[in-house]
């Protein structure tokens, strides 16, 4: 349709620009493992370093623009060999519409997990997947995108309540020798494993 050959063309303008400004980010020291900002209004890029397995350093660069976001995810030798994207679904409970604009069609990972991402976070990703075909690497890295792009969560109301709660009546009962006042006698235990079930379990808003 004419609609979805607009959002092709678009979206090879938008990669060309992408990768002209791309600049693979350098393996950072283990003392700054995260860069935040780029000092350029509307434009946020993060970078930081993971182990895989403990011993295998993997690099990922975001580079968020308004609602579009860049995900390049390799090694240190910083190659830009793919570029995937992937639009959100015009019918809900559809999968994403994706695409490969840059490389070869045979390894469909990039366009998979971008995607899935945005199957997930509900806007346009452009990804570039530069690591070895390893199910539990590219699982690892997927994961540790999608940790990154999503928002903070805030605890429910009645949950931060509660706790809050508890942190300040805690201390007073253990001060008093664990009994609660108008309690008889209360054990400092037992107020715990009540807050430590309220923490744990998932309560109404």
């Known amino acids: 349709t004419l609609r979805l050959r607009l959002r092709l063309r678009l979206a090879s303008v938008m990669s060309s620009l992408l990768v002209e400004a791309f600049d693979p980010p350098t393996p950072p020291p283990p003392a700054q493992s995260l860069v935040q900002g780029s000092g350029v209004p509307g434009v946020d890029?993060?970078?930081?370093a993971e182990k895989f397995n403990g011993d295998e350093p993997v690099l990922f660069q975001l580079i968020v623009i308004g609602t579009s976001t860049h995900v390049w995810i390799g090694t240190s030798d910083a190659s830009y060999g793919n570029l995937a994207l992937s639009m959100?679904?015009?019918r809900e409970?559809?999968?994403p519409t994706g695409t490969t604009l840059i490389g070869s069609h045979a390894d469909p990972g990039a366009q998979r997990m971008a995607q899935r991402l945005t199957k997930r976070l509900g806007k346009p990703i452009f990804l570039?997947?530069?690591v070895r075909d390893d199910p539990e690497l590219r699982q690892f890295v997927e994961a540790s995108v999608l940790k990154a792009l999503r928002p903070p969560q805030a605890a429910p109301p009645l949950q931060a309540a509660l706790r809050k709660e508890a942190a300040e009546f805690v201390p007073a009962a253990q001060a008093s020798g664990g009994a609660v006042a108008g309690g008889g006698g209360g054990e400092v235990g037992s107020c715990a494993r009540v807050v430590e079930v309220f923490e744990t379990q998932e309560l109404p808003q």
Do not use: D, K
């Not at 890029?45 to 930081?48: A, D, G, K, L």
């Open 45 to 48: 890029i993060n970078e930081w």
């Open 88 to 90: 959100p679904a015009t």
């Open 93 to 95: 409970g559809s999968m």
């Open 128 to 130: 570039s997947l530069n």
